[in-house]
């Protein structure tokens, strides 16, 4: 059963800093990986969905990375923003089957100015 | 394009009442849709997957007599949560499948 572990929990940094949000899982077989950002309340905002095959995705000011082999992806937020602050949550999609994506619990992020 | 709707956005409801929630993809068709729940704090976690002109699969652990869903068309999928109660209150989101899934803005739902 594919497990997806995200580090840290939460995190609160001033304003400028430049952010890793870690993401691991524990079975490589997969077909695709997405970050995805959550307000409070509302629904799931994707950011970056890696194909399998790829190594990385860059969107703005973030930057996905994945390593299949070793299970796991980062995403890199450079000169973070206190409209940054939100859930991010790592989904992993097994291949050969449903697609149906596996959820991390998300990381808590608070950029304060 | 790709996008998922998702109506009510919240509702209160009386314990013992049942809601329905409804879920549609504006701009294509999507045969497949899921439903998750999600817990203050808590990743999504996969309740159902809604099947266009067939039955739904549940996950274990859900019961599907308590949460029924509707595939009626390419476009729309309804949960319906039967005699809610206080530990039903949640938030709902539905996602529909285009090669990957779209989400939903969520459905947040108070039972009292």
């Known amino acids: 059963k594919q497990e997806v572990t995200q580090i840290p929990a939460a995190l609160s940094v001033p304003e400028g800093e430049n952010l890793v949000l870690n993401c691991s899982f524990t079975?490589?077989?997969?077909?695709?990986l997405q970050w995805f950002r959550q307000d409070p309340g509302k629904g799931l905002t994707s950011l970056l969905l890696i194909q399998s095959s790829q190594r990385e995705q860059t969107s703005g000011r973030l930057n996905a990375s994945l390593d299949k082999s070793s299970g796991r992806s980062t995403l890199y937020i450079a000169a973070s923003q206190p409209g940054d602050s939100a859930t991010y949550l790592c989904?992993?999609?097994?291949?050969?089957?449903?697609?149906?994506?596996?959820f991390g619990r998300g990381t808590s992020l608070i950029v304060h100015p | 394009g790709a996008v998922v709707s998702q109506h009510p956005s919240w509702v209160i409801c009386k314990s013992g009442t049942s809601v329905k929630i409804e879920c549609r993809s504006l701009d294509f068709q999507a045969t497949t849709m899921f439903w998750y729940r999600q817990f203050p704090k808590q990743s999504l976690m996969l309740m159902a997957t809604?099947?266009?002109?067939?039955?739904?699969?549940?996950e274990q652990g859900v019961e599907k007599d308590k949460f029924l869903i509707n595939h009626a068309s390419l476009t729309l999928s309804t949960l319906t949560v039967t005699s809610a109660h206080p530990e039903d209150s949640s938030f709902y989101i539905c996602s529909a499948d285009r090669e990957t899934q779209y989400f939903g803005p969520g459905t947040r739902l108070l039972v009292l």
């Open positions: 079975d490589s077989a997969i077909y695709n």
């Open positions: 809604s099947n266009e002109g067939s039955k739904a699969t549940y």
């Open positions: 989904a992993v999609q097994k291949s050969g089957g449903s697609y149906i994506p596996t």
